[in-house]
């Protein structure tokens, strides 16, 4: 038996979410990646040690994970999301 296949997309959202409000933005970003016809991506949300429970959020969305690791910054954040991609 053969693993998944690979998906053709990595989509990467570095976040730090520390208000209601940035959690709401990052819901929003999410359905908006839900929304797309293209169906052959992952989405790799990386939680940059942010005070609220991003998990919950992305456990809404179609083919998203997240991936958390301390407060580093965004460009930390990008990486951990592409080294993760499949």
Do not use: C, K
Request: charged fraction near 20%; hydrophobic fraction near 50%.
């Amino acid at each position: 038996m053969s693993a998944d296949p690979a998906p053709l997309v990595s989509v990467v959202v570095a976040a730090y979410v520390a208000t209601p409000a940035q959690a709401a933005l990052l819901d929003e970003t999410l359905g908006t990646v839900d929304a797309q016809t293209f169906r052959d991506y992952e989405v790799l949300v990386v939680d940059d040690g942010t005070p609220l429970d991003v998990a919950a959020v992305v456990a809404r969305h179609r083919a998203a994970r997240t991936l958390r690791q301390a407060n580093a910054g965004p460009a930390a954040a990008r990486n951990t999301g592409i080294a993760a991609g499949r």
